[in-house]
T-cell receptor, first 110, second 117 residues
Framework: SQQGEEDPQALSIQEGENATMNCSYK?????LQWYRQNSGRGLVHLIL?????REKHSGRLRVTLDTSKKSSSLLITASRAADTASYFC??????????FGQGTRLTINP | GAVVSQHPSWVICKSGTSVKIECRSL??????MFWYRQFPKQSLMLMAT?????????EQGVEKDKFLINHASLTLSTLTVTSAHPEDSSFYIC?????????????FGSGTRLTVV
């Protein structure tokens, strides 16, 4: 069953602005991952944050994890047109299964 | 880095026919592969876990006789949609995790767009 919820469902911003997406989940996790999906394509792994970590950076990406609130956020700084895509969080609760959130459709306007 | 190849990228078939989708790990071995289904503008739903040399584990509500999974080698899993109907039209994506690396590393195929007419 789907356990992740993301908000907003859709986000449209101007190029150069920052984009923040949030993800909430329901059960205990080993780690949480963020993926990007361009329209009609497969998923690209962006970043993984373990349950004992609170913040992680990778280039223009910043991910936070609050296990007490069962939530995570993905911040994309200085957005570019190429960042236009859908972004999904996925939780790993064990048994090698990933459970995906509903996703945020991000549009970067030039 | 790990690469997963999925084929075909798109397929159109007639109702009642069967379609086979292949998922290959190109540069690593994967004892476990996963099959997902995605409807337009929705998230990925796990259909089944494909285990090399044994039966697949299906998620609740997924018909195992309709979605046949075969994982005959450490680099290949296939999903066959049998007696396809228009409601089976969807985007199917596989993923794999290199054997022995725990649950932290997943690589996804590029997906297969199935249209049943």
């Amino acid at each position: 069953s789907q356990q992740g919820e993301e908000d907003p469902q859709a986000l449209s911003i101007q190029e150069g602005e920052n984009a923040t997406m949030n993800c909430s989940y329901k059960t205990s996790i080993n780690n949480l991952q963020w993926y990007r999906q361009n329209s009609g394509r497969g998923l690209v792994h962006l970043i993984l944050i373990r349950s004992n970590e609170r913040e992680k950076h990778s280039g223009r990406l910043r991910v936070t994890l609050d296990t007490s609130k069962k939530s995570s956020s993905l911040l994309i700084t200085a957005s570019r047109a190429a960042d236009t895509a859908s972004y999904f969080c996925a939780t790993d609760a064990g048994a090698q299964k990933l459970v995906f959130g509903q996703g945020t459709r991000l549009t970067i306007n030039p | 880095g790990a690469v997963v190849s999925q084929h075909p990228s798109w397929v159109i078939c007639k109702s009642g026919t069967s379609v086979k989708i292949e998922c290959r790990s190109l540069d690593f071995q994967a004892t476990t592969m996963f099959w997902y289904r995605q409807f337009p503008k929705q998230s990925l739903m796990l259909m089944a876990t494909s285990n090399e040399g044994s039966k697949a584990t299906y998620e609740q509500g997924v018909e195992k006789d309709k979605f046949l999974i075969n994982h005959a080698s450490l680099t290949l899993s296939t999903l066959t949609v049998t007696s396809a109907h228009p409601e089976d039209s969807s985007f199917y994506i596989c993923s794999a995790s290199p054997s022995g690396q725990g649950t932290f590393s997943y690589t996804f195929g590029s997906g297969t767009r199935l249209t049943v007419v």
